[in-house]
């Protein structure tokens, strides 16, 4: 996995398990945290695994 880096402090940020508030589902996910100013990005993988699920269950509701 390419390494990230905090844009404002231009250095690398550490993986962490954070909770999370998204869709209305909290969680614990993977996020890259910056260490120098706390700022906090969840990697696109994580949110298509989360929405993907989401859908899923909807269409199954309809049929
Ligand atoms: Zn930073």
Do not use: R
Not at 6 to 34: N, R, S
Not at 44 to 54: K, L
């Amino acid at each position: 996995m390419a390494e990230w880096h905090c844009h404002k402090c231009k250095v690398p940020t550490e993986e962490k398990e954070i909770e999370l508030l998204y869709m209305d589902m909290p969680g614990f996910q993977m996020a890259f945290v910056c260490p120098s100013c706390n700022g906090k990005w969840v990697s696109e993988e994580v949110v298509i695994g989360n929405i993907i699920p989401g859908e899923e269950e909807l269409e199954a509701k309809l049929e």
